[in-house]
């Protein structure tokens, strides 16, 4: 038996109109039937009655929501006043939805700077990994970039960078978790993995791997 390793994949972008069959729900009954988790950073301009199931159901299998900001703008283009309005409106509508406020966030292109680390009151989380699967990447393409960070030794506590709106990224993930549950990963939330590290995310705080 292979010991446990454990590595947060994140999706970037939702939430997405309820459909069964939607990229979104997709990975989630993934998630569902194999009893793991992730951590969704949600566009605060997405949020709506179409999209809020999505959210319920991710939140009923255990899964994270995160700040992903209300427009997508990059956050370095803004204002302290801006950010902030940002960072509330959607904190507010997560909040509006799943009881719950958001604990994380993913900046917008992970464009950052001194201000925006000094505004953002929030851990912000990038990734250790990108899967790419945002610049035009096959199915293929996304799981052999996957299995080649794992290949190389650096899937155990990583963050991964995904998107939800992608067919070919739910393709991966329906692929990608067996296959790596078989060599003994597990698939947790941001938090999750920051708490099994013995890592207090701090706000104004940027983390890759933890
Ligand atoms: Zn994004």
Redesign the pocket.
């Given at each position: 038996m292979e010991k446990t390793k454990l590595v947060a994949f994140t999706f970037?972008?939702g939430p997405l109109p309820y459909a069964d069959d939607s990229t979104a729900m997709r990975i989630l009954k993934t998630y569902e039937k194999y009893g793991q988790t992730a951590t969704f950073?949600y566009?605060g301009e997405r949020i709506n009655d179409a999209s809020a199931p999505e959210m319920k159901f991710a939140q009923s299998i255990g899964c994270e929501a995160g700040n992903?900001t209300f427009t997508?703008c990059p956050l370095t283009e803004k204002t302290v006043e801006e950010m902030k309005d940002e960072l509330k409106k959607t904190s507010d509508a997560v909040e509006n939805v799943l009881g719950v406020a958001p604990k994380l966030m993913?900046l917008?292109?992970l464009a950052s700077n001194e201000t925006v680390t000094a505004t953002v009151d929030y851990p912000m989380i990038n990734c250790s990994a990108d899967s790419r699967d945002w610049d035009n990447a096959t199915t293929e393409e996304i799981i052999q970039r996957i299995m080649d960070v794992e290949a190389a030794g650096e899937l155990e506590n990583a963050i991964i960078l995904m998107?939800e709106p992608y067919a070919t990224t739910a393709a991966a993930v329906e692929y990608l978790i067996p296959t790596l549950m078989e060599k003994g990963y597990r698939f947790v939330s941001v938090s999750e993995l920051a708490k099994q590290n013995g890592v207090e995310l701090q706000k104004h705080t940027i983390y890759g791997k933890l």
């Amino acid at each position: 038996m292979e010991k446990t390793k454990l590595v947060a994949f994140t999706f970037d972008d939702g939430p997405l109109p309820y459909a069964d069959d939607s990229t979104a729900m997709r990975i989630l009954k993934t998630y569902e039937k194999y009893g793991q988790t992730a951590t969704f950073f949600y566009w605060g301009e997405r949020i709506n009655d179409a999209s809020a199931p999505e959210m319920k159901f991710a939140q009923s299998i255990g899964c994270e929501a995160g700040n992903h900001t209300f427009t997508h703008c990059p956050l370095t283009e803004k204002t302290v006043e801006e950010m902030k309005d940002e960072l509330k409106k959607t904190s507010d509508a997560v909040e509006n939805v799943l009881g719950v406020a958001p604990k994380l966030m993913r900046l917008p292109y992970l464009a950052s700077n001194e201000t925006v680390t000094a505004t953002v009151d929030y851990p912000m989380i990038n990734c250790s990994a990108d899967s790419r699967d945002w610049d035009n990447a096959t199915t293929e393409e996304i799981i052999q970039r996957i299995m080649d960070v794992e290949a190389a030794g650096e899937l155990e506590n990583a963050i991964i960078l995904m998107h939800e709106p992608y067919a070919t990224t739910a393709a991966a993930v329906e692929y990608l978790i067996p296959t790596l549950m078989e060599k003994g990963y597990r698939f947790v939330s941001v938090s999750e993995l920051a708490k099994q590290n013995g890592v207090e995310l701090q706000k104004h705080t940027i983390y890759g791997k933890l």
